[in-house]
């Protein structure tokens, strides 16, 4: 059973950092890519960033420089750091994988999916 398990949301002031785990159970995690997607109110699901098994990453213009993704094959984790987060980076962020060696955008690429955890950045 394909498990994908979110954590570390929370409300955070803009500047804060928050650093969300997504914890992989049920398939092969070393042989998927992983991504990060978020959705804000009334907004569409849109790509944050995503990492491929063998470590190469792609991160969304608007987050470089301030998150980083990246995975423990040994833990079976992704992880995103997220650094001088801003309103508008409130959203309900989920992670994603695809059984692929390669880098992929699209939500609509990846074959499962969590539940998703609440980040909220505001004074």
């Known amino acids: 059973q394909v498990q994908l398990a979110e954590s570390g949301g929370g409300l955070v002031q803009p500047g804060g950092s928050l650093r969300l785990s997504c914890a992989a159970s049920?398939?092969?995690?070393?042989?998927?890519?992983m991504g990060w997607f978020r959705q804000a109110p009334g907004k569409e699901r849109e790509f944050v960033a995503t990492i491929t098994r063998g470590g190469a990453t792609s991160h969304r213009d608007r987050v470089k420089g301030r998150f980083t993704i990246s995975r423990d094959n040994d833990k079976n984790t992704v992880f995103l750091q997220m650094n001088n987060l801003k309103p508008e980076d409130t959203a309900v962020y989920s992670c994603?994988?695809?059984?692929?060696?390669?880098?992929?955008?699209?939500?609509?690429?990846?074959?499962?999916w969590g539940q998703g955890t609440q980040v909220t950045v505001s004074s």
């Open positions: 049920g398939f092969t995690f070393s042989s998927y890519a």
């Open positions: 994603a994988a695809k059984e692929t060696a390669g880098l992929f955008i699209r939500a609509d690429s990846y074959d499962y």
